[in-house]
């Protein structure tokens, strides 16, 4: 963990009129642009290398206001032609959740089967959902239609419309890891079951089920390389100059 001194304030105003500094926008933000300093981005790396993703949680409550917080926060995202096309649902019924919980079960076994041997046992010790633990539950959508941005952006290339509801659930697990909070992105699903299950708009595409709350356990290094699924890549592998 980084520790950081706080003999000097973490984000600074820059050198503005003091007229100007005292300026706000409509929501009463200041809009005079932060400067962050060196303990900050200290700090921000450490968010980074603690966001986990979660599987392991305990079932205290999560305040509604505080999920609330985090999706307002998931909409400061980017998104193409500014389209916004991110939609939550907050799945709190218990019947749509035991679905939701049977169709992960139904995938889950599908998936071990593809595999074999050795891979095939490991597979099967792994805990890949917090489903039944989590006590929230958070299906995240794209809208495919959606009538802001005018279609802006994505003549080309329609597929960031899902691609920026993605970085919105980055902006949420990163918001949530910083309130103590864990996030669990839960993959292995049928997503027209899901969306079935949860009665959307059909122009609605699924693109994650969160599992969010308080984790159990906290570790540095994520669940999949602990159990020796697979380690990290090298910055060699991932980075391409030409």
């Known amino acids: 963990m980084v520790f950081c001194s706080r003999s000097r304030p973490l984000v600074t105003r820059q050198s503005v009129p003091p007229a100007e500094a005292r300026k706000q926008d409509a929501e009463g933000h200041d809009t005079a642009p932060p400067r962050f300093d060196e303990d900050f ?35 400061l995202a980017p998104s193409v032609g ?14 749509r959740r035991k679905a939701v919980i049977n169709n992960f079960n139904r995938c889950n076994t599908a998936a071990l089967s593809t595999y074999e041997g050795e891979e095939a046992a490991l597979y099967a010790r792994l805990k890949l959902a917090g489903l039944c633990e989590a006590p929230v539950h958070l299906a995240v959508f794209c809208d495919r239609a959606p009538s802001a941005g005018h279609g802006l952006g994505r003549l080309t290339m329609p597929e960031t419309l899902a691609y920026s509801v993605v970085g919105a659930v980055q902006n949420l697990a990163l918001a949530a890891r910083a309130r103590g909070l864990g996030v669990g992105w839960v993959s292995i699903l049928d997503p027209g079951e899901i969306a079935a299950i949860l009665e959307v708009p059909s122009e609605w595409q699924f693109v994650s089920y969160l ?23 090298p910055q060699s592998a991932v980075l391409h100059r030409r």
């Open 211 to 233: 599992c969010i709350g308080w984790p159990e356990e906290e570790h540095l290094d994520p669940e999949l390389e602990r159990h020796g699924w697979q380690n990290r890549l």
């Open 41 to 75: 981005a200290a700090l921000l790396t450490a968010l980074f290398r603690w966001r986990r993703d979660v599987r392991r949680f305990r079932r205290d409550r999560v305040d509604i206001s505080v999920i609330e917080e985090l999706v307002a926060l998931a909409t």
């Open 82 to 95: 500014h389209s916004q096309p991110w939609r939550f649902v907050c799945v709190e019924d218990g019947e």
